[in-house]
């Protein structure tokens, strides 16, 4: 075999060669695309599945307005004191919860119920009037006008909800001075009678102090007092029980899926739409690696009390709060 041969044949099993590993590469791409949309394809029915078990309350006039904005998805929590599911009772707490990828952070605002604001269609009033009068879409549009915020998106959770999500993540370990603990008993005095639970249920040893563990029933009770410390005490120990259960919620997702499915789920009422959820749950490992920061409206030396036709309220300074809310979510002080 002469030369000329020896060198086309050589030619022509590279070429062979070439498209041989071409062709499996293209194999292995349209596995991988097959087995990824499987995988997706499975996921998202299970969270379908979940999502069905929560409460959806359209708000109508948001249902076409992005949930994200200059890379943060606002959602407003709304903690009433309903028993039911809906919009009955009031709204006991009010925290923004942004996700920011800007900043690579989880922000956790409380606002004040009773920093007296404009309140569209309505006279000024306290902010959480605005849910009394129209509900979590009014309480959305008289944050965004009052603050200059961007929220459209809600989720409402009730007592039974705001229990079951501690006791979902085996109860929570916070500090606790021996007047707290008493204001504990306090409050589970009502929410067992309301509940229908035997006197003395969950009640705490007055005698304890400094780091405790507290259950569901404890924690809520833990967390509406407003009797030390004001509203401003009260709206922190909620972020402090909400900042322990973020901690532990992965862990709990993983052991016990069942406590998060039958015992939050059917006590929460949301806007969110399924893909919006499915796309959350996409995202879920990216948000254990933020930031965890958490914060207040009004700030220190903003805000002024005052009575206003009988009512005892908050008179803050709106810009100040304004610029702070852009810097800490959007790291943005000029808008």
């Given at each position: 075999m002469d030369c000329h041969k020896r060198g086309s044949m050589r030619t022509g099993m590279k070429r062979y060669e070439k498209r041989r590993r071409k062709s499996g590469f293209?194999?292995?791409i349209i596995f991988l695309l097959v087995f990824l949309l499987v995988l997706l394809g499975g996921w998202y029915y299970i969270v379908g599945r979940l999502y069905e078990k929560m409460n959806y309350l359209e708000a109508e006039d948001y249902r076409t307005q992005p949930w994200k904005k200059d890379g943060v998805v606002n959602i407003l929590l709304i903690g009433n004191d309903s028993r039911e599911n809906g919009?009955?009772?009031r709204s006991d707490a009010m925290i923004l919860l942004s996700l920011s990828d800007k900043t690579k952070s989880i922000y956790m605002t409380s606002i004040l119920r009773d920093i007296y604001v404009d309140i569209p269609g309505?006279?000024?009033n306290r902010l959480n009037a605005a849910y009394a009068f129209g509900g979590p879409e009014l309480l959305m549009e008289t944050i965004q006008q009052n603050f200059g915020i961007d929220v459209n998106r809600y989720v409402l959770v009730n007592f039974e909800a705001f229990a079951a999500l501690v006791d979902a993540v085996n109860g929570v370990e916070l500090e606790?001075?021996?007047q707290e603990i008493e204001y504990v008993n306090a409050y589970l005095v009502e929410y067992n009678m309301l509940t229908n639970r035997a006197e003395g249920t969950d009640y705490m040893d007055t005698g304890a102090s400094g780091m405790v563990h507290l259950n569901g029933p404890q924690a809520l009770a833990y967390s509406r007092n407003r009797y030390m410390g004001t509203d401003f005490g009260r709206t922190e120990r909620q972020r402090k029980v909400l900042g322990a259960v973020i901690e532990k919620l992965p862990t709990a997702v993983l052991?016990?899926?069942?406590?998060?499915?039958?015992?939050?789920?059917p006590n929460l009422t949301t806007n969110l739409t399924k893909e919006e959820c499915f796309r959350l749950s996409l995202q879920a490992g990216k948000f254990l690696l933020y930031d965890n920061n958490q914060g207040s409206i009004p700030l220190e030396g903003t805000y002024t009390p005052a009575e206003i036709r009988g009512m005892a309220v908050l008179e803050i300074d709106f810009e100040k709060n304004k610029n702070w809310l852009r810097e800490h979510i959007y790291h943005d002080m000029e808008n």
């Amino acid at each position: 075999m002469d030369c000329h041969k020896r060198g086309s044949m050589r030619t022509g099993m590279k070429r062979y060669e070439k498209r041989r590993r071409k062709s499996g590469f293209k194999k292995v791409i349209i596995f991988l695309l097959v087995f990824l949309l499987v995988l997706l394809g499975g996921w998202y029915y299970i969270v379908g599945r979940l999502y069905e078990k929560m409460n959806y309350l359209e708000a109508e006039d948001y249902r076409t307005q992005p949930w994200k904005k200059d890379g943060v998805v606002n959602i407003l929590l709304i903690g009433n004191d309903s028993r039911e599911n809906g919009e009955d009772g009031r709204s006991d707490a009010m925290i923004l919860l942004s996700l920011s990828d800007k900043t690579k952070s989880i922000y956790m605002t409380s606002i004040l119920r009773d920093i007296y604001v404009d309140i569209p269609g309505h006279d000024g009033n306290r902010l959480n009037a605005a849910y009394a009068f129209g509900g979590p879409e009014l309480l959305m549009e008289t944050i965004q006008q009052n603050f200059g915020i961007d929220v459209n998106r809600y989720v409402l959770v009730n007592f039974e909800a705001f229990a079951a999500l501690v006791d979902a993540v085996n109860g929570v370990e916070l500090e606790l001075s021996g007047q707290e603990i008493e204001y504990v008993n306090a409050y589970l005095v009502e929410y067992n009678m309301l509940t229908n639970r035997a006197e003395g249920t969950d009640y705490m040893d007055t005698g304890a102090s400094g780091m405790v563990h507290l259950n569901g029933p404890q924690a809520l009770a833990y967390s509406r007092n407003r009797y030390m410390g004001t509203d401003f005490g009260r709206t922190e120990r909620q972020r402090k029980v909400l900042g322990a259960v973020i901690e532990k919620l992965p862990t709990a997702v993983l052991s016990g899926p069942e406590k998060i499915v039958n015992g939050i789920l059917p006590n929460l009422t949301t806007n969110l739409t399924k893909e919006e959820c499915f796309r959350l749950s996409l995202q879920a490992g990216k948000f254990l690696l933020y930031d965890n920061n958490q914060g207040s409206i009004p700030l220190e030396g903003t805000y002024t009390p005052a009575e206003i036709r009988g009512m005892a309220v908050l008179e803050i300074d709106f810009e100040k709060n304004k610029n702070w809310l852009r810097e800490h979510i959007y790291h943005d002080m000029e808008n």
